[in-house]
């Protein structure tokens, strides 16, 4: 499984499991980035808002979470995320009778327009909800929330194991 990221955008990542009132980092690799310095809270839930680099390569990388974890060790959360390149700009139209700037129409091939499928006709495109600009932002958030609390958890029961063992 791999998230996405667009260059020149931005990322979001959330998580817990870090010792509260430290310092958590957030790297991209291939190339190793520091993407954000974020500063733990008492309560320990913590959110990163990073600028994804303008000049990442598309393709796979690594984002990774570090910081102390609560019993003071190092720990780090990984997550794949693939960063495609940047949107290209759309072409606007200006009308000139007013101010207002409307995007030129989009037209996609279906058919003849005979309702069967023996040629070209054109329909006009759908409208853009702005929705698909900040979905891969928010699996991002939702994949490296996961892995935070599956680290967590899996922290909690090793504890509560060593509990079992050196009872009496």
Do not use: C
Request: proline share 9%.
């Amino acid at each position: 499984m791999a998230l996405q990221l667009v260059a020149g955008g931005q990322g979001v990542a959330s998580g817990q499991g870090f010792r509260p009132l430290t310092r958590a980092e957030i790297w991209i690799a291939s190339t190793p980035t520091l993407l954000d310095v974020v500063e733990v809270p008492a309560s320990g839930n913590w959110v990163s808002v990073f600028d994804v680099p303008a000049d990442l390569e598309p393709g796979n990388h690594t984002v990774q979470a570090e910081g102390l974890g609560v019993d003071g060790r190092l720990r780090a959360a990984n997550l794949g995320v693939v960063v495609e390149a940047p949107p290209t700009p759309t072409t606007t139209t200006t009308v000139p009778s007013s101010s207002t700037t409307v995007p030129a129409p989009q037209t996609t091939v279906v058919g003849d327009g005979s309702g069967s499928s023996g040629g070209p006709s054109t329909l006009p495109a759908l409208a853009a909800t702005g929705f698909a600009d900040r979905a891969p932002l928010a699996v991002v958030v939702m994949g490296l929330a996961l892995a935070l609390y599956v680290y967590g958890l899996s922290t909690w029961i090793r504890d509560q194991r060593k509990k079992l063992v050196m009872a009496p």
